[in-house]
Nanobody, 122 residues
């Protein structure tokens, strides 16, 4: 599956931003999806996952209560709504797809979007 992420930009602390990731190719509903981020000089970090059906989601403590992942299998799109943004949320955000295995491990993802920059100013 090919992924195309968009929606990044510059926002002030406390603001909101929504990302979307459109998939093409193989059956989108056959993939669990994840959003990751990577800040300069830091390791890639998982920020949200969603199951194939959209019923199950996961968030690390760093974003829990502020970020919401969702998907629309009819539109082959996964979303990440980010609220109450903090300067430490500044990073390049990537969407990714996994056909199986734990969605908590980046090693199980075999398709990655190109990344979109999110910058949160203080």
């Amino acid at each position: 599956v090919q992924l195309q992420a968009c929606g990044g930009g510059l926002v002030q602390a406390g603001g909101s931003l929504g990302l979307s990731c459109a998939a093409s190719g193989r059956t989108f509903s056959g993939y669990a999806m994840g959003w990751f981020r990577q800040a300069p000089g830091k390791e890639r970090e998982l920020v949200a996952t969603i199951s194939r059906s959209g019923i199950s989601t996961y968030y690390p403590d760093s974003v829990k209560g502020r970020f919401t992942i969702s998907r629309d299998n009819a539109k082959n799109t996964v979303y990440l709504q980010m609220n109450s943004l903090k300067p430490e949320d500044t990073a390049v955000y990537y969407c990714a797809a996994t056909p199986g295995g734990s969605p908590l491990s980046s090693y199980n993802y075999n398709s990655w979007g190109q990344g979109t920059q999110v910058t949160v100013s203080s």
